[in-house]
C-alpha cells in the first residue's frame, strides 16, 4: 500500500535540508513505489533543485522509473545532459533514465544529443551512458548489451564496438538527416 501524500509531504519538510537524507527518502519512494503516478508532484518539485544529486533522483524517477513521456522532464534531462558544467553522475542519470523512458522509440533528437556527447566529451563514464542510452532507444535492452559485450560496460573504453557496429550503423542512419 502506498504512503498518503500528506505523510511524504510532512517527511520531506523534515529532512528537506539534509541533502543525504532527502535523496535517500525520493529514491527509496521511487524505488518501493514503481508504478505509484500520485507521487509524480513529489517528484516534480525537485526537478530544478540547486543540488545536482536531488535533480537527478527526481529525473531518475519521473523518466527511469515511471518511464513517463513527458516533454518537460525531456527538456530539462536533455539540458542537465548537454550542460558539461553539469555533474557527471547528474548527467549520466539523465542519460540513462532518457533510454528507459524512451527505449525502442528510434527517437532522432536523443540519438543526435547522446552521440554528440559520446563522440565529444572527455568523461568515459558518461561516454559509456551515453552509448547504452543510445542502444536502449533502438530497442537493445541493458541485458542483450551485458551479454553481447561479455560484461557490464560502464565506460565507454570498456564497450567491445566491434559487437555493436550494426546498432552503431543504424543510430548514424536514423541522425543522418
Known amino acids: ?8 509531504e510532512n517527511e520531506l519538510e523534515k529532512i528537506i535540508a539534509d541533502s543525504l537524507k532527502l535523496y535517500a527518502y525520493l529514491y527509496d519512494l ?6 505509484e503516478l500520485d507521487y509524480v508532484p513529489i517528484y516534480e518539485q525537485f526537478l530544478e533543485d540547486p543540488r545536482s544529486d536531488i535533480k537527478a533522483v527526481a529525473i531518475k ?3 527511469f522509473s515511471l518511464k513517463l513521456r513527458d516533454e518537460r522532464y525531456r527538456i530539462l534531462a536533455l539540458q542537465y ?9 547528474l548527467r549520466t542519470t539523465c542519460a540513462s533514465s ?11 533528437e536523443l540519438l543526435r544529443v547522446l552521440y554528440d556527447i559520446f563522440n565529444d566529451d572527455d568523461d568515459d563514464y558518461l561516454k559509456g551512458a551515453c552509448f547504452n542510452a543510445m542502444l536502449g532507444i533502438i530497442g537493445i535492452t541493458s541485458t542483450e548489451i551485458f551479454n553481447r ?8 573504453s570498456e564497450i567491445n ?4 557496429s550494426k546498432e ?10
Open 98 to 108: 532518457i533510454a528507459q523512458a524512451y527505449f525502442n522509440t528510434k527517437d532522432r
Open 61 to 63: 524517477a519521473l523518466l
Open 149 to 156: 559485450n561479455n560484461g557490464i560496460a560502464l565506460q565507454s
Open 1 to 8: 500500500m502506498s504512503t498518503s501524500i500528506a505523510k511524504i
Open 30 to 35: 521511487s524505488y518501493n513505489n514503481p508504478n
Open 168 to 177: 552503431l550503423n543504424l543510430i548514424l542512419a536514423l541522425i543522418k538527416d
Open 81 to 89: 545532459l548537454e550542460d558539461r558544467d553539469e555533474d557527471e553522475d
Open 161 to 164: 564496438m566491434g559487437e555493436f
